[in-house]
């Protein structure tokens, strides 16, 4: 039973507007999200989290909101890059990373110029 | 640098021939994990560490051994290979306490068992 479900296995955006991606979390135990962006033949990296308190963290183009009553957060690149293309992994943490994460099984995202 | 360093990058093999993959971490961390990602099924954990002569199973651990007799090192062990092994895998790493920063991952395995 997936904890963390993307949904949405690909998204095309043109380039300039806003990508949105979606992830879902059925364990309101969660206390910490992460995005982690990877491209072909790379690992993962880490792109930006947000804490359970917290719903909303921004950094630079990348915003992450979190609705826990939803248990939802997306993910959203304003404005998208064609640098931006590569799969987006999603992951929730219990005890604030003392336990291992759990990753959705991606969305990748296309920019297109 | 801080980094985690996976070797091989690329391994063919052939069913039944026991193979290593090594991983190594230069950031002193605590936690150390392995991942093997395919496609339609994301990352998926196969085993972790939180610490030296501490592991455990994580998601998909049939098949695979693990050992963690020093810090920095996590080698993941095939006994006996088979083809459904064929896979990418991640070596990662993370300390604790510092999980706003996520885990580090190394840049990847790319095994194929024939």
């Known amino acids: 039973d997936q904890q963390v479900k993307q949904n949405s296995p690909s998204l095309s955006v043109q380039e300039g507007r806003i990508s949105i991606l979606n992830c879902d979390y059925t364990?309101?135990?969660?206390?910490?999200f992460l995005w982690y962006k990877k491209y072909p033949a790379e690992g993962p990296t880490f792109l930006i989290s947000i804490s359970s308190i917290k719903d909303k963290n921004e950094d630079g183009r990348f915003t992450v909101f979190l609705n826990k009553s939803a248990k939802h957060l997306s993910l959203h690149i304003v404005p998208s890059q064609p640098g931006d293309s590569a799969v987006y992994f999603c992951a929730a943490s219990l005890n604030s990373g003392n336990t291992p994460l759990v990753f959705g099984k991606g969305t990748r995202l296309s920019v297109i110029a | 640098e801080a980094q985690v360093t996976q070797n091989p990058r690329y391994l063919i093999t052939v069913t039944g021939k026991k193979l290593t993959v090594t991983c190594s971490q230069n950031?002193?961390?605590?936690?150390m994990s392995w991942y093997r990602q395919d496609p339609g099924l994301g990352l998926r954990q196969i085993y972790y560490?939180?610490?030296?002569?501490?592991?455990d199973k994580g998601d998909v651990p049939e098949g695979y051994k693990v050992s963690r007799k020093e810090k920095r090192n996590f080698p993941l062990i095939l006994e006996s290979p088979s083809p459904n092994q064929t896979s990418l895998y991640f070596c990662?790493?993370?300390?604790?306490?510092?999980?706003?920063?996520?885990?580090?991952f190394g840049s990847g395995t790319r095994l194929t068992v024939v």
């Open positions: 990662a790493s993370s300390a604790f306490g510092e999980i706003n920063y996520g885990y580090t």
């Open positions: 560490s939180m610490n030296v002569e501490v592991t």
């Open positions: 950031m002193n961390h605590e936690y």
């Open positions: 364990n309101s135990m969660f206390d910490y």
